[in-house]
């Protein structure tokens, strides 16, 4: 398969591109090691695909939102999660429909934060329940048999250093078993799922 993977140089995305290393991979990122998007620009993320042409699985395993607590969560500082998170992943579907084959696949990042909310985690989990909804209600629609799915990490052990201050209480999961959860989605038969890492 051909697999465009979004965010590839990150902790998530560098071992999905290590699972699925048997493919053809072209790495994206707003410095991308083959070819570079920024997803919070609509120009860019078109530009992006003319480049890379067909392919027959995008995988995304990139977006934030800002870490705030909602009685200091003003609308500008949502607007990252918007962005970023929520809107740079749903319109990595929106364009890129015409450039994946049929039977292909998009597979899109969700996270615990939220079904188990932590403190300042409010934006975050807006995004990711917006993609977690959109990817449920589309895979029932999408055309010519493309399939669609989130994975929701829990926090990861390689992230631990930064984010531990965040989860306090959680068990954090090795990378590699959530850049299994993507490999699931783009080789398995799956469709309108968002398999929990947790
Ligand atoms: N790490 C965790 O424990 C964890 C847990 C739950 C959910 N998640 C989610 O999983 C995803 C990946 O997390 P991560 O920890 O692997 O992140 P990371 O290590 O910070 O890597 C982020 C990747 O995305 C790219 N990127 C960032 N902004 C971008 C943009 N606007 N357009 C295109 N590419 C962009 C980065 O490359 P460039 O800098 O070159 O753009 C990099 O390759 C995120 O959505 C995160 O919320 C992570």
């Not at 998530?12 to 991979?25: D, P, R």
């Not at 395993?61 to 809107?87: D, M």
């Not at 990817?135 to 990490?153: F, H, T």
């Not at 954090?172 to 929990?196: C, D, H, I, W």
Request: aromatic fraction near 6%.
């Amino acid at each position: 398969m051909r697999i465009l993977v979004v965010g590839a140089s990150g902790t998530i995305g560098s071992k999905i591109c290590n699972v699925l290393a048997n493919h053809e991979i072209i790495r994206a990122g707003r410095n991308g090691i083959d070819v570079s998007v920024d997803t919070t620009v609509e120009q860019s993320i078109k530009e992006m695909y003319e480049k890379v042409g067909k392919v027959d699985a995008v995988v995304n395993a990139s977006g934030g939102a800002n870490f705030v607590s909602v009685a200091e969560l003003t609308p500008e500082l949502n607007e990252r999660g918007i962005q970023s998170k929520l809107k740079g992943q749903i319109n990595l579907v929106l364009l890129g429909l015409n450039y994946v084959n049929d039977g292909g696949s998009f597979t899109l990042t969700t996270g615990v934060m939220m079904d188990d909310p932590i403190p300042l985690g409010a934006s975050a989990a807006m995004a990711n329940g917006g993609v977690k909804s959109f990817v449920k209600a589309a895979s029932i629609e999408m055309p010519r048999g493309i399939r669609i799915n989130s994975v929701s990490p829990n926090a990861v052990l390689e992230s631990w250093g930064r984010l531990e201050k965040f989860f306090a209480g959680f068990t954090p999961v090795p990378v590699n078993r959530v850049a299994l959860a993507y490999k699931k989605s783009v080789e398995g038969a799956q469709t309108g799922q968002n398999y929990e890492v947790y």
